[in-house]
Nanobody, 122 residues
Framework: QVQLVESGGGLVQAGGSLRLSCAAS????????MAWYRQAPGKQRELVAA???????TYADSVKGRFTISRDNAKNTVYLQMNSLKPEDTAVYYC????????????????WGQGTQVTVSS
């Protein structure tokens, strides 16, 4: 089994910063990438940022220049530094470990965290 535990969400004023963390544990043999998604009320879940091997990162246009994704391979942890937050960033943020191969299964699978609420007040 693979578990993802997120932390760092909360309430912040517009213009403020938050740092999300997501630690993966379990019988992980390899994975393709780590990512952050978010889902606002009444909207579909959207990709915020992803980071693959070699630390190549991609971002949604709406967060470019404000958010930074990073990872600590030794700890199987991914971070999302969010600066200059806006009210429209309010959402539940989910981390995802993608293309996971475990010690008990060779079929790649995507795992999700439980989500952490980020609320940005105006």
């Amino acid at each position: 089994q693979v578990q993802l535990v997120e932390s760092g969400g909360g309430l912040v004023q517009a213009g403020g910063s938050l740092r999300l963390s997501c630690a993966a544990s379990g019988s992980i043999r390899s994975f393709v990438s780590m990512a952050w998604y978010r889902q606002a009320p009444g909207k579909q879940r959207e990709l915020v940022a992803a980071i693959g091997s070699g630390d190549s990162a991609t971002y949604a246009d709406s967060v470019k220049g404000r958010f930074t994704i990073s990872r600590d391979n030794a700890k199987n942890t991914v971070y999302l530094q969010m600066n200059s937050l806006k009210p429209e960033d309010t959402a539940v943020y989910y981390c995802s470990l993608r293309g996971v191969v475990t010690t008990t299964s060779t079929i790649p699978y995507n795992y999700w965290g439980q989500g952490t609420q980020v609320t940005v007040s105006s």
